[in-house]
């Protein structure tokens, strides 16, 4: 009997080991006290100096660690330790790649690692995303719309429809267009392709009115940028820069006189006179827009205008503020320091410091005008065939080469000239990788997480370069 009693006992002391091992008590999110499988579905997306991790639940999970590395195929640093299947990481340095790892957490333990995704820090600037120069493969393909088949209809990717697109931005989370003949802002999320109409009337319809969303009317909206709270666009025929809220698609008019087209004045807000604007874009303190042979700005702060670069008559004179003379000004856009400006007639691309307004010539021989050519080359020495938009990713320029159907590649410390996408004068709907591709008049570009999207006006659609 004895021998019994102490048996049990032994057996008793077995049993309470057994549940006191394993890291200590279970808790109410671990009822099997086991730890818990590696999260999966993890994925990163980019934004305005932020990266959003987001992944699938794990069973058995109370919380979940996130690691950061600087370097593919490290454990990295715990960064953050979430409740939630999700986390923004705003504390890393723009223009640099992150690599990001999750692990499950209960009171049993920490799982595995989940598997490696990467992304990486950009800044909202010029209606872009700059921060670091960008990788691309040169492949095209068609975002949104349909090649050839012009409407106004939103739906997910072919099944929507522009009618010459060609100003774009982003706000670091959306791209907008400005849709010229449905005199409207479109709206595409980009990871859905989802395009809907952001502000303008549904049918189509012209007109002047401030309002909010469908019932604000434009009249040719032609370039479009964004700080990231609003939007800003030129608008053509109505010779006005129109407000959009972000945060509440309300339209207002920034500058200038509804339908008063001439002549170009200087003022604030309504005082001012626009003649036919067209470039528009953003340092985040003042606007900046081509508008014929002047550049102007616009405080943002106040909504004064003033002329920036440029005497107001046609030539092509390099030299400060409005001792220098253009003709014909198309895109604009900055890296901050300087702005990069489109002259159409004389075929090639300006560079403005900011600070100074000292103008230079940087890339495309304005001395042969008139030319057909899109040749490769370095400053001078390239040339272009009626350049339209330009975007940047602060380290090189990217222009919509309306003329002869093709994206150029300009780098700004050496102003090299290079064709990364279409064939010079080469007309079509074809997607594919560099020279294999076609655009019909591209005449909108823009950066969004190291891509690049065109608006192919010809095409009637929204083109994506990778």
């Given amino acids: 009997m004895k021998r019994l009693v102490l048996i049990v006992a032994a057996l008793a002391g077995v049993l309470v080991l057994s549940a006191c091992s394993g890291g200590g008590s279970s808790s109410s999110g671990n009822s099997t006290g086991s730890v818990p499988p590696a999260p999966t579905g993890v994925k990163a997306a980019c934004g305005n100096k932020k990266i959003t991790l987001s992944w699938t639940a794990t069973t058995g999970a109370d919380t979940y660690n996130v690691y950061r590395s600087a370097a593919s195929g490290s454990a990295g640093a715990l960064l953050a330790n979430s409740a939630a299947t999700s986390y923004v990481d705003s504390t890393g340095s723009v223009g640099t790649t992150y690599y990001y790892t999750v692990t499950a957490v209960n009171s049993s333990g920490e799982s595995p690692a989940s598997g490696e995704v990467s992304e990486t820090f950009y800044k909202l600037l010029a209606g872009a995303l700059q921060g670091t120069s960008l990788t691309l493969g040169n492949s095209v393909s068609t975002f949104a719309g349909s090649s050839g088949f012009s409407g106004l209809t939103d739906g997910i990717g072919s099944a929507a429809r522009f009618d010459l697109p060609q100003g774009m931005a982003t706000d670091g989370t959306s791209l907008f267009v400005a849709d010229y003949l449905n005199n409207v802002i479109r709206k595409i999320d980009p990871a859905t392709q989802t395009v809907s109409i952001f502000a303008g009337s549904a049918s189509g319809a012209s007109g002047y009115a401030d309002g909010v969303g469908k019932s604000a009317l434009f009249f040719r909206p032609y370039d479009i940028t964004s700080d990231g709270t609003n939007l800003y666009v030129t608008e053509f025929n109505g010779c006005m820069i129109r407000k959009i809220d972000i945060a509440t698609a309300t339209v207002s008019t920034f500058a200038g006189q509804s339908g008063v087209c001439s002549p170009s004045t200087d003022g ?199």
């Fill in 268 to 466: 604030t807000g309504s005082a001012a006179i626009f003649a036919k604007p067209k470039g528009i874009t953003t340092d985040g303190t003042s606007l900046f827009i081509t508008d014929g042979f002047r550049v102007r700005k616009v405080d943002i702060a106040t909504a004064a205008v003033s002329t920036f670069a440029g005497t107001g008559s046609a030539g092509h004179n390099d030299g400060t503020g409005t001792a220098a003379s253009f003709n014909q000004l198309e895109g604009i856009t900055t890296d901050g320091s300087s702005l990069y400006v489109v002259d159409w007639y004389y075929y090639d691309i300006r560079k403005i410091d900011i600070a100074t307004a000292a103008v230079t010539s940087l890339a495309g021989n304005y001395t042969v005008v008139n030319s057909t050519t899109s040749n490769d080359g370095t400053g001078m020495g390239a040339t272009f065939n009626k350049p339209a938009a330009i975007t940047t990713d602060g380290t090189n320029l990217y222009v919509a080469e309306y003329g002869n159907n093709v994206i150029r590649k300009v780098v700004i410390a050496s102003a090299a000239v290079t064709t990364i996408a279409g064939s010079a004068g080469q007309t079509g709907t074809n997607d594919g990788v560099g020279a294999a591709a076609r655009f019909s008049s591209p005449q909108g570009i823009t950066t969004y997480c190291g891509r690049l999207f065109v608006g192919d006006r010809g095409n009637s659609s929204i083109r994506m370069i990778h």
